[in-house]
T-cell receptor
Framework: DTAVSQTPKYLVTQMGNDKSIKCEQN?????MYWYKQDSKKFLKIMFSYNNKELIINETVPNRFSPKSPDKAHLNLHINSLELGDSAVYFC????????????FGSGTQLSVL | GDSVTQMEGPVTLSEEAFLTINCTYT??????LFWYVQYPGEGLQLLLKATKADDKGSNKGFEATYRKETTSFHLEKGSVQVSDSAVYFC?????????FGAGTTVTVRA
């Protein structure tokens, strides 16, 4: 059983399109995250939700909108995709919102053409 | 703000060689320190952690000691295997926020 699963694994799309990435965790964790990893492997947090409430919202363009329908799901919707959005997006979860011991999904490779 | 600096890669080693990846940090207060590992095609997973000064984290033959006086948390392994080939991330947790270093790619050759 995959603990943190995200879909799709690969996403290739044109500039200007709108796309979504879904994430689900079956660990019973309270907190979920979205991270962006650039081509140099640098990881940067984008959002964090605790029990469906937004607790971290870093400097991310408004085109990125997270949605958490319940504490086991955190989806990421991106409007008007740009070339610079190409990256690997990782979903993660942790038992509590103290940020200790994150469990990561295997990533979504987004390529904007 | 908080930051983590780790040695740039890539690092290429032969099997059974000694591995060290340097990590230093800047933070206020008393952060917890972590090493995460990312194997090819996978997400990150926690390798080891230390929550206070002089603590030593260890796992799978890897070790790192929290040195407050030098603000460092260097990762070491005495004898690496091909299966240790991965990207290693040093991370700092402070005020419930986890900050990662830039990652160090390690390749171990048979």
């Amino acid at each position: 059983d995959t603990a943190v699963s995200q879909t799709p694994k690969y996403l290739v799309t044109q500039m200007g399109n709108d796309k979504s990435i879904k994430c689900e965790q079956n660990l019973g964790h309270d907190t979920m995250y979205w991270y962006k990893q650039d081509s140099k492997k640098f990881l940067k947090i984008m959002f964090s939700y605790n029990n469906k409430e937004l607790i971290i919202n870093e400097t991310v363009p408004n085109r990125f909108s997270p949605k958490s329908p319940d504490k086991a799901h955190l989806n990421l919707h991106i409007n008007s995709l740009e070339l610079g959005d190409s990256a690997v997006y990782f979903c993660a979860s942790s038992l509590r919102w103290n940020g200790e011991k994150l469990f990561f999904g295997s990533g979504t490779q987004l390529s904007v053409l | 703000g908080d930051s983590v600096t780790q040695m740039e890669g890539p690092v290429t080693l032969s099997e059974e060689a000694f591995l060290t990846i340097n990590c230093t940090y800047t933070a206020t207060g008393y952060p917890s320190l972590f090493w995460y590992v990312q194997y090819p095609g996978e997400g990150l997973q926690l390798l080891l952690k230390a929550t206070k000064a002089d603590d030593k984290g260890s796992n799978k033959g890897f070790e790192a000691t929290y040195r407050k006086e030098t603000t460092s948390f260097h990762l070491e392994k005495g004898s690496v295997q091909v299966s240790d080939s991965a990207v290693y991330f040093c991370a700092l947790l402070n005020d419930y926020k986890l900050s990662f270093g830039a990652g160090t790619t390690v390749t171990v050759r048979a």
